[in-house]
């Protein structure tokens, strides 16, 4: 039976991408295993112009619903080609990922994670249960299903909403349109070429191992001690990762931070109790840029970590260009900002003085 697709591209993007998917494709070749090697290409003496048909058939099906960097993607990606009876991808907006300059690896895992191995068709994904988790090719990665309204005919995938539900249907795959990523990228992670992708904590019945309430949720403190490392803030970085699990155990559901790093922490080595309390009384719960902070009247208060322990704004950046909080001056303002949390260089520690002969005598 013979098969016939249309033949239609943007010329200045396709060339772009596929110029990026070359590189996946050979540089796989080179360091893959062959079983990884399947996920990318199908081998050379077993052409399947019916999974070349599917997959611009599908890129058409993107285009007209909006979604013209995933087709164009989607054109010469293999991920189609998979000898897998069933898939699933999930379709990012445009918006999102349009204006980020991708590296090949990251564009290769990133297709990966918005693709599963299963036929889930929208009425089966509105019959599983909140909670339940989805495989996809990227190994070791899985997604998870944090919100179901069968009512409402909406659902959630990592907390990102499927806008455009059946897409694209064809025999056993499937393609829908999702609001954003399932992960948040940062420059950070792309100049260092470290992988964002984050993955649901599940168990061996692909069900979330923890309360869907609490799926995905919390810092990425790992990524915040790197950021405090690489940027010049070791004692400080030594000190949190010290007391961190005491943190987490406490502050289970904080998702924002502001955090003022002196360049030096002379009380890494106190004991424990009072080194978690200087930690925490340079951490704030609420999430403040620099631009915010120097927007705030001279004596307005901070919260920390530290119940009863607030941070005063000192000096006004308004009448001084400069701002001090507790008599500490912020000299690297937004060192790292990202998702959930930003840091800002300090001077000097706030602990030096009265605030740890405080913490001493409680």
């Known amino acids: 039976m013979a098969f016939s697709c249309p033949h239609w591209w943007n010329a200045t993007f396709y060339l772009i991408i596929s110029v990026t998917l070359a590189i996946i494709v050979i540089s796989t070749s080179f360091h893959s295993k062959p079983k990884t090697q399947l996920l990318l290409s199908p081998k050379p003496d077993s052409p399947n112009p019916r999974g070349l048909c599917l997959g611009l058939n599908a890129s058409r099906a993107l285009r007209r619903s909006g979604f013209n960097v995933m087709a164009s993607l989607l054109e010469i990606s293999p991920l189609l080609l998979l000898p897998s009876p069933e898939l699933t991808i999930f379709a990012i907006q445009d918006p999102p990922i349009s204006n980020i300059s991708f590296p090949p690896w990251l564009v290769r895992d990133l297709l990966r994670h918005h693709t599963s191995p299963s036929k889930l068709f929208m009425e089966d994904l509105l019959k599983k249960p909140q909670g339940s988790c989805i495989s996809t090719l990227l190994p070791g990665k899985q997604l998870a299903i944090t919100k179901v309204s069968g009512e409402e005919g909406k659902i959630e995938i990592n907390r990102v909403l499927i806008t455009h539900p059946n897409i694209f249907i064809k025999g056993s795959s499937s393609i829908h349109g999702v609001l954003g990523p399932f992960v948040q990228f940062d420059s950070e992670d792309i100049e260092l070429e470290t992988n964002p992708m984050e993955s649901a904590i599940c168990n061996s019945n692909l069900s979330l191992a923890a309360n869907v309430n609490q799926a995905l949720r919390g810092l990425p403190w790992v990524r915040i001690l790197r950021s405090l490392g690489v940027n010049g803030f070791v004692s400080f970085a030594i000190g949190l990762q010290s007391v961190l699990d005491g943190i987490v155990k406490e502050y289970g559901d904080l998702n924002s931070v502001t955090i003022f790093a002196p360049p030096e922490l002379i009380y890494v080595a106190s004991p424990l109790p009072l080194l978690e309390r200087i930690v925490k009384f340079h951490i704030s719960p609420q999430l403040f840029t620099y631009r915010e902070l120097a927007s705030l009247p001279e004596k307005a208060s901070l919260m920390t970590l530290v119940p009863g322990q607030d941070l005063v704004i000192t000096k006004s950046f308004e009448f001084t260009g400069i701002l001090a909080i507790n008599n500490v001056e912020i000299n690297v303002p937004d060192a790292i900002s990202s998702k ?23």
């Open 340 to 362: 959930g949390f930003v840091i800002h260089g300090i001077t000097r520690a706030f602990g030096d003085g009265e605030a740890v002969t405080h913490f001493q005598l409680d």
